[in-house]
């Protein structure tokens, strides 16, 4: 664990670890993960992105993928004859390969959604600590405007406050136009 050295005037305190021995990971900066996340987009081409209607068609057409009974009697049926294989555009082989890449490919999907759950999560806590920060600086420049010798706050509390109200206001609902009722003729 640690072993602490007596001092002298020309040695300094000696500590030990299992963690010294480790090597030590850099933190990135998010810069430097959207250069790294677009160089690796860049290399899975068929990596585009759909719309939300194209998503919702292709899920709603991939739901059989998900059976792995149908899948495995799907690639039997294709490997029996040539025709149901040229009807696909695909061997039993190739059939066996995509769903195999299918496979590997979500656990890539499992493992970004955990870091982007991740990266997400930090933010958020990122932003609650601004927000308290916020809150405490503002409260206690509430009190110290109070002194005149802190006059130099008035303005960026009075700032703060005015913003604070205008995020708080509810926005105003527009009034719907009244329909013009027909004409009334007079009777005669």
């Given at each position: 664990?640690?072993?602490?050295?007596?001092m002298t005037p020309t040695m300094t305190p000696t500590t030990t670890s299992p963690a010294a021995d480790a090597?030590?990971?850099?933190?990135?900066?998010?810069?430097?993960?959207?250069?790294q996340l677009r160089a690796i987009s860049a290399q899975v081409p068929e990596a585009v992105p759909l719309t939300?209607?194209?998503?919702?068609?292709?899920?709603?057409?991939?739901?059989?993928?998900?059976?792995?009974?149908?899948?495995?009697?799907?690639?039997?049926?294709?490997?029996t004859t040539d025709v149901i294989s040229n009807a696909v555009g695909s061997d039993a082989d190739g059939v066996?390969?995509?769903?195999?890449?299918?496979?590997?490919?979500?656990?890539?999907?499992?493992?970004?959604?955990?870091?982007?759950?991740?990266?997400?999560?930090?933010?958020?806590?990122?932003?609650?600590?601004?927000?308290?920060?916020?809150?405490?600086?503002?409260?206690?420049?509430?009190?110290?405007?109070?002194?005149?010798?802190?006059?130099?706050?008035?303005?960026?509390?009075?700032?703060?406050?005015?913003?604070?109200?205008?995020?708080?206001?509810?926005?105003?609902?527009?009034?719907?136009?009244?329909?013009?009722?027909?004409?009334?003729?007079?009777?005669?």
């Open positions: 664990m640690f072993t602490k050295q007596p090597p030590q990971t850099q933190t990135l900066t998010p810069e430097t993960i959207v250069e939300p209607d194209q998503r919702n068609t292709v899920r709603n057409h991939a739901r059989t993928a998900k059976n792995g009974e149908i899948l495995q009697t799907t690639i039997s049926l294709v490997g066996r390969q995509l769903c195999d890449d299918s496979n590997r490919w979500s656990v890539v999907e499992d493992e970004l959604r955990s870091l982007l759950n991740g990266i997400s999560s930090a933010n958020l806590v990122r932003r609650q600590q601004l927000a308290a920060i916020a809150d405490t600086a503002y409260g206690v420049g509430l009190q110290l405007v109070r002194n005149p010798e802190h006059a130099a706050l008035v303005p960026h509390v009075l700032e703060i406050k005015r913003l604070r109200g205008f995020s708080r206001r509810k926005k105003a609902t527009t009034p719907e136009t009244p329909v013009p009722n027909a004409p009334v003729t007079p009777k005669a």
